[in-house]
């Protein structure tokens, strides 16, 4: 369920356009909003007005633009450091779904730049549907799940369904890749659902009465999820993303995102329409 939905709106990108996407969902049109935007610290007093006034004018014109019900939106304006700021927010209001805008940046780059995307999908536990700036948004109708034993991804599939289940010609892409196996075509079709790793979203699926169809695939998972993605024009890629942050010190970053090896940031990077990271249930 997603009943309360975190907008960091920076004033630019597309994330505001990806809400309106989402709203357009019937399962999402009760969802309470909240529309975030961070105001940096400033030396003086003059700039720190100006910056207020800033976040101000881009939080009314985000309420005016979305044409949300009043009774179900939130403007918020935060002064601090927005990746920060974001954070603290999202478990303020216990959000169940943050959205936010992202450059698209490689992994090590992200880091270095200091990227608040990159910040907030290392250190929340939550759900985050990732906007980039170059990517066109679009109505949602075909959203595609990758799926695998983890929890995040059944997480994932849950969610994919409860979007789904009220999008008129909506249909689901149940998407498998075996980094093991001996390189092959990818199977579709009636081919693709004898994949054992598919068997039980394939009955969860059928079960929730969602349109469906099926890919089984080897290769480097990210590599071949972007593309698969991209040839079918899915509206959104979703994935689970395990919560892997450190146990000891949160604040520094996962060394495996930052060598390259995770899959989420893969996808996070190089997908070619928006990306929702599901975590692992709570």
């Not at 990806?18 to 969902?25: G, N, P, Q, R, V």
């Not at 700021?85 to 959000?95: G, H, N």
Request: proline letters at 5%.
């Amino acid at each position: 369920m997603i009943e309360k939905i975190l907008l960091a709106d920076s004033g630019t990108g597309h994330s505001e356009e990806m809400l309106k996407a989402l709203m357009e969902i019937p399962s999402i049109q009760r969802a309470q909003v909240t529309i975030l935007h961070v105001v940096p610290a400033q030396i003086t007093t003059d700039s720190m007005t100006e910056k207020w006034e800033e976040g101000g004018k881009v939080l009314a014109n985000a309420i005016q633009s979305l044409n949300l019900d009043p009774n179900h939106v939130n403007a918020m304006l935060r002064q601090g450091d927005p990746k920060d700021v974001v954070c603290k927010v999202a478990e303020e209001i216990d959000a169940d779904l943050i959205i936010m805008g992202s450059r698209g940046l490689t992994r090590i780059i992200s880091i270095l730049e200091n990227s608040v995307s990159q910040y907030v999908f290392q250190l929340s536990s939550r759900p985050m549907l990732l906007v980039k700036d170059d990517i066109y948004v679009k109505k949602i109708k075909r959203i595609m799940v990758a799926v695998d034993k983890s929890d995040s991804a059944k997480n994932c599939l849950d969610l994919a369904l409860f979007l789904l289940r009220d999008i008129k010609g909506g249909q689901l892409t149940l998407v498998h890749v075996d980094p093991t196996a001996a390189k092959t075509e990818p199977k579709h079709g009636a081919e693709a659902e004898k994949d054992p790793a598919l068997a039980e979203a394939i009955a969860q699926a059928k079960k929730a009465g969602v349109s469906y169809q099926c890919v089984s695939a080897v290769g480097k998972p990210g590599e071949v999820i972007c593309r698969l993605a991209e040839e079918s024009q899915i509206d959104l890629l979703m994935l689970g993303s395990p919560d892997r942050r450190p146990s000891i010190a949160k604040g520094l970053p996962d060394l495996d995102r930052l060598l390259g090896t995770s899959l989420s940031d893969y996808v996070r990077v190089y997908a070619t329409c928006p990306v929702l990271l599901a975590r692992t249930a709570a």
